[in-house]
């Protein structure tokens, strides 16, 4: 079991509540992850807390072995990383939020104190790169509670299932019907639900051409 001791994400777990079924216990070991990388204690200790992936009606999702997809396969070249090639040895993306940005971790950006990566957020819509200067638990705790508008569009989110939008599955996300590149608007009216893997192959694909 993965020590948890000093890694405390309460105020994460506090703003983010679980979706559906709660089906780990707490401070139960979550499944191993097979990684080519060091993955900072940090993060090995958060998903030992997970009681489950989903969060604020699928505003936040984190990947594991055990999800679909699993996060050995979407940080593999079948996943993301296939058109993304720019970018697939640098991140270790391990969740997304409702429109598909990639939450990952950052090595060619170490923090100097604690040497573990710093948090990068790929937005999919268009390919930009939001290079946070924090390490995964302070991510979690601070950036992610109290700049949830600017991270992660939670007043957006409310906005699209206030207008009869649905809560995307695991496996989905609500994206551009026209991309942003191509002269599509901002605005509700211009999101659908969409098939993640389609959808984050197809944002790569148009971010490679630009």
Not at 18 to 47: A, C, M, V, W
Not at 187 to 204: A, F, K, P, Q
Request: hydrophobic share 35%; net charge negative; proline share 4%.
């Amino acid at each position: 079991m993965v020590n948890i001791s000093g890694h405390d994400f309460k105020r994460f777990f506090s703003a983010y509540k679980y979706d559906g079924e709660i089906h780990l216990s707490e401070n139960q070991t979550s499944p191993t992850l097979k990684s080519s990388r060091t993955l900072p204690l940090s993060y090995q200790s958060f998903l030992a807390q997970l009681r489950g992936h989903s969060f604020n009606n699928g505003m936040l999702r984190i990947l594991n072995s055990t999800t679909t997809p699993s996060i050995e396969g979407w940080n593999s070249h079948s996943g993301w990383h296939s058109t993304w090639p720019k970018l697939a040895q640098r991140f270790y993306v391990f969740g997304y939020d409702w429109m598909g940005n990639q939450f990952a971790l950052d090595f060619d950006r170490i923090d100097g104190v604690t040497g573990e990566p710093l948090i990068t957020v790929v937005i999919s819509g268009t390919g930009e790169l939001l290079k946070a200067p924090v390490i995964f638990q302070k991510f979690m705790n601070t950036d992610l509670v109290d700049q949830s508008d600017f991270i992660i569009g939670s007043s957006y989110y409310k906005e699209w299932l206030e207008s009869g939008g649905a809560i995307p599955q695991f496996n989905q996300c609500i994206g551009y019907k026209h991309p942003l590149s191509l002269g599509g608007i901002d605005d509700i009216d211009n999101l659908e639900i969409s098939d993640l893997d389609v959808y984050i192959h197809l944002m790569g694909q148009m971010s490679a051409m630009g």
